[in-house]
């Protein structure tokens, strides 16, 4: 942590020919660099630089780096899945995108259903728009879900479940 970001790149050097002033983009330095990037400006070498995705926040993109670690170091080893034991196996990702820049959670759902595995996603309710008593299908954040939900479709998960936020309702939702 500490050793990525994003941002717009506000000057370039003589030497740097693959970015120009006014690019969107996100660095991830290595752990052998001498210090980190927890600034609102910096320079770095363009070895570590990366266009920035259109469709990906700057949270989202500035996450990329320490989502593939845990997702390459933890997730994968521990659940003993490749690219060749993944196929149409059931998987769960819990809690995996309490946001659209959970990058863990979504990197995960990627990688896992290019493998062939059966992705499941699960998140919070949120809630907020049907304790206002307003039509959920209508209200901002229900058309923020609608969008989130096909962005899960698009990465690869085949279902997603939303966890009631009343705990009493988990069992009976277990249950189904």
């Not at 050097?13 to 006014?22: F, I, L, M, N, T």
């Not at 993109?61 to 320490?66: D, H, I």
């Not at 990702?93 to 979504?106: C, E, M, Q, W």
Request: negative net charge; contains cysteine.
């Amino acid at each position: 942590m500490g050793r990525e970001c994003s941002g717009v790149v506000l000057e370039v050097g003589s030497q740097v020919r693959s970015y120009a002033a006014g690019d969107r983009v996100w660095v991830c330095l290595p752990l052998s660099a001498p210090i980190g990037i927890m600034s609102e400006f910096t320079v770095v070498s363009e070895n570590y630089i990366g266009q920035k995705p259109r469709n990906i926040s700057f949270e989202g993109a500035a996450t990329l780096p320490y989502a593939a670690i845990v997702v390459w170091r933890q997730i994968i080893p521990q659940s003993e899945l490749g690219p060749h034991s993944s196929k149409s196996k059931r998987v769960l990702i819990h809690l995996g995108s309490t946001s659209k820049n959970d990058g863990v959670g979504l990197l995960a759902t990627q990688v896992l259903s290019r493998w062939g595995a059966r992705i499941t996603i699960s998140t919070a309710e949120t809630g907020s728009d049907l304790e206002n008593g307003e039509d959920e299908e209508l209200s901002g954040s229900g058309v923020a879900q609608m969008t989130f939900l096909h962005t899960l479709k698009s990465l690869g998960a085949e279902t997603h479940l939303i966890l009631p936020n009343d705990t009493q309702l988990l069992p009976d939702l277990a249950q189904r």
